[in-house]
């Protein structure tokens, strides 16, 4: 037999009588208070099949009995991966390092064509806010990105997975938390969307008489773009940088010809403007306030930089922080520079105009520029609006794997393979934000400007997150603090600058965010929302008896029985009963289950406690059917997948630990979720 423990008294008498006692005293065997031997009968206890696993406490419902919170007692399982299991994850592992084709030209066009198209409608905005000083706000409003591209640097480095910011919160955070970026990220695709569609039928009827409506138009152009989304035509890079190589050579062309055409005129369409934009400005704490309140607008010209995180899994090793900078210096060059050739060229009465670069073009070279700088308008903010849906697209599947959303949104057409419900709820919530605000292409511009300045919060705040939960994961590149507080600080700073000039912006984003958070939380808390309904229903014993409701309490009860057949694993590396105890803490706070395995890979040895924990474990969460899963093999990504095949899980129902600097495998290619230190 062997004893844990054995709690001997000290003895000090150190006579020979006394020694031989206390040398017999010592192999007496310990009692059984002394000796822990109480913990070995109940790790090797015997369970009754079918007995729940508690019978003191009462049940919280009138007429059902704890049997109806039982999940079933766990099992230990040991299996081996079949030879077709391993190719099924070597393929899905192949497939996956396939798809880092993105090379720097062609990841940045994805999204520079949101960031550089974004000049179009900001120009009018900004300078019915600066006037004058419009060329300065824009200038600094480029400048501030310089505090994000090392915090986006660093997350990217640590976490290079698709989706973020939800993602990266995800992650380092509780899916709560997620939730509240998946909320903002679909804010601001939906206002990406309909200022694409709005200003794109704007330059539009600048060029061509329309017979309706700006609105109306605006509306044609979501029609066409979900027909063209529902056709299965997606946003390649090929496709983008096609577009982006037209809108450069047209900005360039622009810039030539504005350029030509100043040397021309002089500078005195500059000096009207510069004396007309001083009326009013009696103090330099005025003309501060009017820089400012420019660059809190000039923010709407940086939309798209946040699209980048988005596809980092598609990017070629090294290439992202090369991206980062590629849309932001031509930022820097191309707002300050058109915001310049305006004052420079057009009158200020005539610049609040909604196709103010057509009037520049036709200023500056005539009729043929002004044409060609309205369809490249056309061209690159319809590509916008088909960005928008697109990235919304993928967003609503991340979070329909997740379980937020019903699997609805991954229903496709059967031969294009579009995700029809999704697009559909989409575009619908896009036209409701559009025409809620009265069609009103500024109040839109404003709440976006808003809504990407809390998406940017995002991301400082996740690396704070990142460094305090997840201080191990291995990186390669490190910004310092004083960039993080200086970037929550220029959130704040600016976003309170907008609600500032227009309060009624923070009714029209509060509104949409609230809903959508309110959305997101009901469908992420289904089976505790049917358990407050049966509690409800079971209150009152009259519908128990009435025909029409007598069946719904059997109705609700398999309703949460099958929501909560969804698996989830969770991927340890030892027996630690503290470390398995919080993990299954995360899954039954975050996710709704009551099928647990927990999974050790192991090559020949077991950790010696993990088979009793797993037991222990499985008795303290009754609501949880906790399985021991040891699987014989190495820990990589191909034998994840491989036991994802095999059990018909997907991998981001997969949790594991936090991998440290000697991990060997990049965290994206497990397609797992990060949930502990």
Known sequence: MCYLTSRLPTLVDNSP?????????????????????????????????????????????????????????????????????????????????????????????????????????????????????SPLSMFVAT??????????????????????????????????????????????????????????????????????????????????????SLAGLRESARVASGVLALHLLTMVALIIASTIAWGSAGTTQLRENWVSGQVGLSSPSCILKQVFNGVCISMLGLTGFECAPAYAAKMRPGTYPSVLRNLHIPAVVLNPAMMLFVLALLPLEVQAEGNVLSLLAQKAAGRWLRIWVAVDAVIVLCAGVLTGIMSACELLAELSHDRVLPRAFLATLPYTGAPYVAVVSFVGFSGAIYASTGANLTTVSKMFSVVWLAVMTLFPLSLVLLRFSRPRLPRLSKCSLSSVISAVAVAAAVFAGNIAIDPTIAGWFALYFLA???????????????????????????????????????????????????????????????????????????????????????????????????KILDEAFPE??????????PFNPQTVAALAHRLQVPTSLMFMCCPGPEFHYPVAEFGTRIISL
Not at 44 to 64: D, I
Not at 530 to 556: E, I, S
Not at 624 to 633: A, Q
């Open 17 to 133: 009588e006394d020694n031989a006692k206390s040398t017999a005293y010592r192999t007496l065997p310990p009692s059984f208070d002394e000796s822990q031997f109480d913990i070995i009968l109940r790790r090797q206890r015997t369970r009754t099949t079918g007995e729940p696993k508690f019978r003191a406490v009462p049940s919280r419902f009138l007429n059902l009995t704890n049997d109806f919170e039982f999940a079933g007692w766990g099992s230990i399982f040991r299996i081996a991966l079949s030879p077709d299991d391993l190719s099924h994850g070597n393929n899905i592992l192949l497939d996956l390092r396939s798809q880092q084709v993105l090379g720097q030209f062609e990841a940045s066009a994805l999204a520079a064509n949101d960031i550089l198209g974004g000049v179009f409608y900001t120009l009018p905005s900004v300078l019915a806010i600066s006037g004058v000083y």
């Open 143 to 228: 400048l501030t990105l310089f505090l994000w591209r090392p915090i986006m640097e660093e997350l990217g480095s640590a976490l290079p997975i698709s989706g973020a910011p939800y993602t990266y919160l995800l992650n380092v955070s509780t899916k709560s938390a997620a939730l509240f970026g998946a909320a903002l990220l679909l804010l601001d695709f939906a206002a990406t969307a309909v200022v694409s569609a709005a200003t794109a039928i704007s330059y539009l009827s600048g060029e061509v008489d329309i017979p309706f409506p700006l609105y109306v138009g605006a509306t044609f152009v979501f029609i066409i773009f979900t027909a063209v």
């Open 624 to 633: 949880i059917t906790v399985d021991l899963m040891l699987v014989e093999g």
């Open 516 to 614: 959508l958070v309110i959305f997101f939380c009901l469908t992420d808390n289904k089976v505790s929302i049917l358990r407050w309904t049966y509690w409800a229903y079971d209150q009152v014993p009259l519908l128990h008896h009435l025909r029409l409701t007598r069946n719904w309490g059997g109705a609700l009860i398999d309703a949460m029985r099958r929501l909560k057949r969804q698996e989830v694993c969770l991927l340890v590396r030892s027996d630690e009963i503290n470390q398995l105890f919080n993990m299954i803490l995360y899954v039954r706070h975050n996710e709704e289950t009551s099928c647990l395995k927990i999974v050790h890979f192991h090559e020949g040895t077991v950790p010696s406690e993990i088979e009793a924990n797993a």
